[in-house]
C-alpha cells in the first residue's frame, strides 16, 4: 500500500485553498464509467444560478422580498429538502461528514470498501442538500487512515476539466459563505 501520510494528504488538499466541512450524501464507485464531467460542471452552474437568485441574509444585494414571496419561497425550500430526502432514500446514497476543497475531499468509510493509496475511483456526490441530482468525479485515494471500525480517506480529484474546476470553486464559495453567514447568526 503506497500513498501520502494522512498529514501530506490534509496539507496538499487543503493548504492555501478554501474548503468546506459538510455532511453530504457521497460515495465511491469503481473507476471504470462514463465521464460525466460536463454533467458536472452544468449542475454546479445551475446551482450558482439558483442561489445566486436566492435571499442568504436579510439586507443583502437582492433587498427584502414582499411577504407572500418569502412564505413561498419558505415553501419551496420544504417541498426541495423533502424531494432530496426521499431521493437519498431511493438510491441509497448514504450521508456522510467530509471536508471538502477544490482539489479533493476526505470522507469516512466503512473499512471493508475504502479504496487503498493509489487507487482509481469516481466521487458520487450530491453537492446541494436541497437538490436531489448527483455529480460524479474523477479521483484517485492518495491516503488512508485506519481508525475504530471506519477509515479516512483523502481523495484527489484528478484532471477536471477547467469549467468543471471553476464551478465547483465557486460552488465552494457560496457554501463557505453560508456557513459563516450561519455562525454569525447563532
Do not use: N, Y
Not at 73 to 84: F, Q, S, T
Amino acid at each position: 500500500m503506497t500513498g501520502t501520510a494522512p498529514a501530506q494528504a490534509e496539507r496538499r488538499l487543503f493548504d492555501g485553498v478554501l474548503s468546506c466541512e459538510l455532511v453530504l450524501p457521497a460515495a465511491l464507485l469503481p473507476a471504470a464509467g462514463p465521464d460525466r464531467q460536463g454533467q458536472a460542471a452544468a449542475l454546479l452552474g445551475a446551482l450558482a444560478q439558483v442561489e445566486d437568485l436566492r435571499k442568504d441574509e436579510p439586507g443583502d444585494e437582492h433587498g427584502e422580498l414582499p411577504l407572500l414571496a418569502q412564505r413561498m419561497d419558505a415553501k419551496l425550500d420544504l417541498i426541495l429538502a423533502l424531494l432530496g430526502r426521499l431521493a437519498r432514500q431511493a438510491d441509497g446514497l448514504p450521508e456522510r461528514a467530509l471536508r471538502w476543497s477544490a482539489r479533493g475531499l476526505r470522507l469516512e468509510l466503512d473499512t471493508a470498501t475504502a479504496p487503498s493509496p493509489g487507487d482509481p475511483v469516481r466521487l458520487r456526490l450530491q453537492p446541494a442538500d436541497w437538490l436531489p441530482d448527483l455529480v460524479e468525479l474523477p479521483a484517485s485515494a492518495i491516503a488512508r487512515e485506519d481508525r475504530d471500525g471506519a477509515t479516512r480517506v483523502w481523495i484527489a480529484f484528478d484532471a477536471l476539466r477547467a469549467d468543471l474546476a471553476e464551478a465547483m470553486e465557486r460552488h465552494l464559495f457560496r457554501l463557505h459563505r453560508r456557513q459563516v453567514a450561519e455562525q454569525r447568526r447563532r
